[in-house]
């Protein structure tokens, strides 16, 4: 547990990282066959909680037990999970790989729960290329659900991150606008445009955004492998 040489220190005594390894030893000295966590790093900073997620499913894999983790943490659900329970109400609205429900989420509770989510509403213009009509924008080339035909409502979902700056052919999604906000950390900026479709948020590396400032226009393109289609509208559960 990489608790060498602290057995002798009281509770107190042991930072909560320390203590949370405490905590899952005792669990894990009983030999369960499976172990239920609620919330496990909800009390840690944040660094202690990411190194955490690091020891706990390295711990978990060299144990051969598994966990069912609840928690209100998108990230740590996507760090930790093998397998991804979304559920609203008691209720569960998508099952699957982390990635998979995170880049193909079956409705707009399920794509703006697991973080952002650009969501815009579209009309299928043409099934079998993949066409959309949106409000002043137009997308083509993109896998449309199963049994989608011509006049159906879609729902398009674009992640900040797929967001390509600067191109503006090839199928996929374009739109442009002028930059409504901007914020750079270093290595990434973040910010939106004002778009015929509304603000359109976007996550890109530094570089892409050089000598750019609120109010200059810019495009984004996402390509077809980077909208995920759903059908519209989203309706909650009975």
């Not at 405490?22 to 840690?44: F, G, N």
């Not at 499913?57 to 990230?75: F, L, S, Y």
């Not at 390509?164 to 445009?193: F, K, N, Y």
């Not at 015929?196 to 492998?225: C, E, I, N, Q």
């Amino acid at each position: 547990m990489g608790l060498a040489g602290f057995g002798a220190r009281y509770p107190d005594e042991l930072s909560g990282g320390q203590q949370q390894r405490v905590a899952l030893a005792r669990a894990l000295v009983m030999r369960p066959k499976a172990l239920l966590l609620d919330e496990p790093l909800s009390a840690l900073d944040r660094q202690i909680r990411q190194e955490m997620q690091l020891e706990r499913r390295r711990i978990q894999r060299e144990a051969g037990v598994t966990a069912v983790i609840v928690t209100h943490d998108q990230e740590e659900a996507l760090a930790l999970g093998n397998r991804l329970v979304v559920l609203d109400e008691g209720r569960v609205r998508q099952e699957g790989q982390p990635f998979e429900v995170y880049n193909r989420p079956n409705s707009a509770f399920v794509a703006g729960f697991l973080g952002k989510a650009n969501l815009f509403d579209g009309k299928v213009l043409g099934a079998t290329a993949g066409r959309v009509e949106l409000a002043g924008a137009e997308a083509t080339g993109l896998e449309l659900p199963p049994g989608a035909t011509e006049g159906d409502l879609v729902t398009l979902c674009i992640r900040p991150e797929r967001w390509t700056v600067g191109l503006s052919e090839g199928p996929g999604l374009h739109l442009a606008g002028p930059i409504r906000h901007l914020h750079q950390t270093g290595e990434t900026g973040t910010g939106a445009i004002d778009s015929p479709l509304g603000p359109a948020s976007f996550t890109v590396l530094s570089p892409a955004l050089h000598d750019l400032a609120v109010g200059d226009s810019l495009t984004l393109h996402a390509a077809p492998r980077d909208v995920h289609a759903f059908s519209t509208p989203d309706q909650r559960l009975p």
